[in-house]
């Protein structure tokens, strides 16, 4: 059987983009559904509890503006914590300006996020979400730096920073 000049682009294409969706997960990196997160609150104490920005993002996987959060250039020592449960998710020793527009890290803290394949847009991409409370995070690329080639591009308003 022989393969048209379509079909092997498609295939290739197709392959490069599982590969790519292989590579953004870390293996402690599990996937969660809707009701598998401890934290749990109503839909209407999270609109009281959250701003309405955080809201959008956390709990309908929205995403803010790129250069809109304070968190975006915030260089101290410290942890950056779940805005919606407050868990702890990254160390500021993984963070790194990615030229994005969105605070993003090159590591989490473990066991503290769990991931799902996103869809939305026409592509496929890793999403990153809270493994406490299930809070949309961002999302995660296979190109960030050493030591683990992993960008994880999180939305400023789904966290908030404790200084060391």
Known sequence: MQMSRRGFMVAGAASLALSALAL?????????????FP?????????????PQAYDVLRHEGTERPFTSTLNTEKRAGIFHCAGCD???????????????WPSFY??????????????????RTEV????????????FNDGPAPTGLRYCINGVALSFVAA
């Open 24 to 36: 953004s997960r870390r293996p402690d990196a599990v996937m969660a559904s809707e009701n598998d």
């Open 39 to 51: 934290f749990k609150l109503t839909d209407a104490e999270w609109q009281v509890k959250l701003s």
């Open 87 to 101: 868990q702890a998710l990254f160390d500021s020793t993984t963070k790194f300006d990615s030229g994005t527009g």
């Open 107 to 124: 590591d989490f803290i473990p066991a503290s996020i769990g991931t799902s394949v996103d869809t939305s847009y026409g592509m496929t």
């Open 129 to 140: 979400h809270c493994s406490n409370c299930g809070g949309h995070q961002g999302h995660v």
